[in-house]
């Protein structure tokens, strides 16, 4: 046989084992071996969604830590990593998944991932996409859409608060307050509680969701989440302090606690914009650029 071949094989042969065996977790990887995973499911004829549904898992049972991402060691401020597999809080796991589902590499995750986390993949604290329903998914439009309404059907309420920066960064301590984006009252749409059951046939795995704060004037999303499955069963997969680690929970379970939960308004939803969650789709960071330009223009 083939020297080549057979090394071809070999490598193929581990990464099958690393893909397929649930014993294999992202926290107890190196980032070559992350890396040829990635090149692997990106050669599959996968859509976005379908990577996230399987990436998602590989990070099932990584413990949880609110300081886990930052914006480097380099950093005036929250000097922590800028990607951190061993692990990972609500915003951190959603991100990861979402930047490891568009690319074929790591370098390219890695750079997607700036893109993902801060506004034009600029790092730094005042750039950070730092809330959920004003920052994050309006940042990130060229990627996500907001399906709240479309999920959510007659059922859907909106929720109008003063998202502010300035008060935010001043609150840790930063007195330069240049480049900052100025106070926004934002409205959104939400899904109350009480109805989130009768709208799980409207859901699809790799959705994102944002649990919504009943009793905030300044804020809207608590917590962060990925709808993924396994053996035809819907799941909730969510990385929490609730349990300090990454986990699964079955969507009618998950869905009566959140209902008995005062604290909550209901839920948002987000996903992959439909154009982009082709077959074999991979998105390069020197690509993005020109998929936000697009966006504007459609809007």
């Known amino acids: 046989m083939n020297k080549i071949f057979l090394n071809i094989l070999i490598l193929c042969l581990i990464v099958f084992s690393m893909c397929s065996s649930s014993d294999h977790r992202f926290y107890s990887m190196t980032n070559k071996q ?16 379908e990577r996230m549904n399987d990436y998602s898992e590989f990070f099932l049972g990584t413990p949880y830590s609110f300081t886990c991402v930052g914006d480097g060691p380099y950093a005036l401020l929250e000097t ?3 990607v951190n597999f061993k692990e990972t809080n609500c915003m951190a796991f959603c991100e990861h998944i979402l930047a490891l589902a568009i690319s074929d590499s790591w370098d390219n995750f890695f750079n997607n991932l700036q893109h993902i986390r801060y506004k034009d993949g600029l790092i730094g604290m005042r750039t950070r996409n730092h809330y959920t329903m004003g920052d994050w998914l309006p940042e990130n439009a060229w990627l996500l859409q907001d399906i709240t309404r479309k999920v959510g059907g007659p059922y859907t309420q909106h929720l109008t608060r003063v998202i502010s920066h300035l008060t935010f960064f001043k609150d840790k301590g930063i007195e330069d307050l240049r480049y900052v984006k100025a106070d926004r009252e934002i409205t959104i749409d939400y899904i109350p509680s009480a109805y989130i059951k009768q709208v799980k046939t409207n859901l699809q795995v790799g959705d994102i969701g944002a649990l919504i704060f009943a009793n905030k004037s300044d804020i809207f999303s608590a917590h962060m989440w990925i709808v993924a499955e ?5 799941l909730i997969r969510e990385s929490s302090s609730s349990q300090n680690s990454t986990f699964d929970t079955a969507f009618d379970v998950w869905a009566e606690k959140i209902q008995q939960a005062k604290r909550y308004a209901g839920i948002a939803l987000m996903r992959v914009q439909d154009e982009l969650n082709q077959p074999g789709r991979v998105i390069v960071p020197w690509e993005i650029p020109k998929l936000k330009e697009k966006n504007k223009k459609q809007r």
């Open 230 to 234: 396994e053996n035809g069963e819907l």
């Open 34 to 49: 992350i890396d040829s995973i990635l090149i692997h499911i990106s050669k599959k004829k996968m859509t976005i969604t």
């Open 80 to 82: 922590y990593p800028l």
